[in-house]
């Protein structure tokens, strides 16, 4: 089955910096989500972009979907500590009941 | 509350056990998901649940026995315990099925086979 592909597999920031994290995958999608997972803890939902949607902001975070190049990319704005964690996108298949998670991009962010 | 809840967090078990883990979720969520996320934290759907009905089996051995008792809970059990097992597995919902539902993950439940 089809998978995000995030890039780059880790990134190390200090505070203060944007982190910009990638996501490619192969098929036609219906939406892409993007999830945090903190160390040791489940996934959290962060922020839908949907086929027809180019840009989307939530807080410090910013997403774009460029279907034409099967790509997405979170932006963190001014990251902190407490932004460190992994972060996963997910595309769904168009007719298919769920989604399907990328390997994710570790990003750590030093005081 | 716990919105997704999982039981155990920690499971260490011997090869060749048979295990259980359970979910719930207090949401009111119609669809429940089991996932495997493996040492490299790839993250992969197993199983999904909507009303009660399974929706998604992917490849997993048939070791691997889901069972929803009622739309609040998707327990998972393991028959025989292998080595390769050794994963973290979450539970999730979403409100209904389909790729444009928020998922809600449980902490997880660490298994541990030796």
């Known amino acids: 089955s089809q998978q995000g592909e995030e890039d780059p597999q880790a990134l190390s920031i200090q505070e203060g910096e944007n982190a910009t994290m990638n996501c490619s995958y192969k098929?036609?999608?219906?939406?892409l989500q993007w999830y945090r997972q903190n160390s040791g803890r489940g996934l959290v939902h962060l922020i839908l972009i949907r086929s027809n949607e180019r840009e989307k902001h939530s807080g410090r975070l910013r997403v774009t979907l460029d279907t034409s190049k099967k790509s997405s990319s979170l932006l963190i704005t001014a990251s902190r500590a407490a932004d460190t964690a992994s972060y996963f996108c997910a595309t769904d298949l168009s007719g298919y009941s769920t989604l399907t998670f990328g390997k994710g991009t570790m990003l750590l962010v030093s005081p | 509350d716990t919105a997704v809840s999982q039981t155990p967090k920690y499971l260490v078990t011997q090869m060749g056990n048979d295990k259980s883990i359970k979910c719930e979720q207090n949401?009111?969520?119609?669809?429940m998901y089991w996932y495997k996320q493996d040492s490299k934290k790839f993250l992969k759907i197993m199983f999904s649940?909507?009303?009660?009905?399974?929706?998604i089996n992917e490849t997993v051995p048939n070791r691997f026995s889901p069972k929803s008792p009622d739309k609040a809970h998707l327990n998972l059990h393991i028959n025989s315990l292998e080595l390769g097992d050794s994963a973290v597995y979450f539970c999730?919902?979403?409100?209904?099925?389909?790729?444009?539902?928020?998922?809600?993950f449980g902490p997880g439940t660490r298994l541990l086979v030796l």
């Open positions: 999730a919902s979403s409100h209904q099925r389909g790729g444009q539902e928020t998922q809600y």
């Open positions: 649940y909507n009303n009660k009905e399974l929706i």
């Open positions: 949401l009111g969520h119609d669809t």
């Open positions: 098929t036609s999608i219906n939406n």
